[in-house]
C-alpha cells in the first residue's frame, strides 16, 4: 500500500509553531511506503515563499505594539520602565522578521525545508520520485478539459499531472493525505477512476499522515500523533486569523 501525501499538507508546516521532527523521520525511514512526484517537489519549492510571506505578515500584525504616551505618566519610575520594555520588544520583533526574511532569501537556514529535502533526497537515492512525461502532460490537459476531477486552479495542471501519475505508476492500492477540497469533494469519483484504471483501491482519504502511517502498517510514536495534533490545532487559529482580517478589510 502506498501513501500519497499532497504538497499543501507539507505546506502546513509553515503554518504552525510546533516542531515537524518525528515526522519527516518517520517518512524518510518509510520511504518506499510513499508516492513522491517530480511536481509536489516543484509545488513546494515554488509555494515556500509565498506561505513564509504570509506567515511573516501574521507575525507582524499580531506582534504590534503600539505605542502610547501620557504626559501625566511620564514622570513615574514604572512607566519609564515600561517605555524601555517596549522599545525592547519592538527591537526584538525587527530581529525576528529579519530572520524569516533571510529564511525567504536562504533555504539552508529554513528547518521545514530541510526536513523536505531530506526526504526528497532519499526517495531520489531509492529511486522512488516519479516524473512527469510529455504523455502525463497530455493526459492531464485532457483530463481538465473534460473537467474530471482532481482539478487544479483553472491556470494550472498541478492536482492533474499527479493523479495521471500515480494512474501510469502505481500498482497497489493507495492512501490519500489531504485537505483539499479537491479531494474531499470528489473522493467517491477519484475511487472509482482509480479501481477501473489500475484494478486497486483508493482505500482512505484523511487529512492526518498518522493515520495513513497506521493504516499502511507502520509503528507510529505518540511523539508523532503530538506534533500532527499541534499542526492540525494551530491550522484553525490560522485560518479564523485570515478570515478575521478578510472582515475587517
Request: no cysteine; proline share 2%; aromatic share 10%.
Amino acid at each position: 500500500m502506498k501513501i500519497l501525501i499532497d504538497t499543501n499538507i507539507f505546506l502546513d508546516f509553515y503554518r504552525s509553531n510546533g516542531a515537524s521532527i518525528h515526522i519527516f523521520s518517520t517518512l524518510i525511514e518509510n520511504i518506499d511506503k510513499f508516492i513522491l512526484t517530480d511536481q509536489i517537489i516543484q509545488e513546494f519549492e515554488r509555494s515556500r515563499e509565498g506561505v513564509i510571506k504570509s506567515v511573516q505578515e501574521r507575525f507582524q500584525i499580531e506582534s504590534k505594539l503600539d505605542n502610547f504616551s501620557s504626559s501625566y505618566l511620564q514622570n513615574l519610575p514604572e512607566f519609564k520602565k515600561l517605555i524601555e520594555i517596549q522599545r525592547e520588544y519592538s527591537a526584538q520583533q525587527k530581529i525576528v522578521s529579519s530572520s524569516i526574511s533571510e529564511i525567504l532569501k536562504n533555504s539552508a537556514k529554513d528547518p521545514i525545508a530541510n526536513y523536505f529535502k531530506e526526504f526528497v533526497n532519499e526517495s531520489l537515492k531509492e529511486d522512488k520520485v516519479y516524473f512527469t512525461t510529455d504523455e502525463i502532460i497530455s493526459k492531464a490537459v485532457k483530463r481538465k478539459n473534460i473537467g474530471n476531477p482532481p482539478t487544479s486552479n483553472k491556470f494550472s495542471l498541478g492536482d492533474e499531472i499527479n493523479w495521471e501519475i500515480i494512474l501510469a505508476n502505481i500498482q497497489e492500492d493507495i492512501i490519500l493525505v489531504g485537505r483539499d477540497n479537491t479531494y474531499v469533494n470528489n473522493f467517491t469519483f477519484l475511487q472509482k477512476d482509480f479501481h477501473k484504471q489500475t484494478g486497486y483501491n483508493v482505500v482512505d482519504l484523511t487529512e492526518r499522515i498518522s493515520v495513513a502511517l497506521e493504516k499502511a502498517g507502520i509503528e507510529i510514536t505518540e511523539a508523532l500523533i503530538k506534533e500532527e495534533d499541534k499542526v492540525i490545532e494551530d491550522l484553525k487559529h490560522y485560518d479564523e486569523f485570515w478570515k478575521f482580517k478578510a472582515q475587517v478589510e
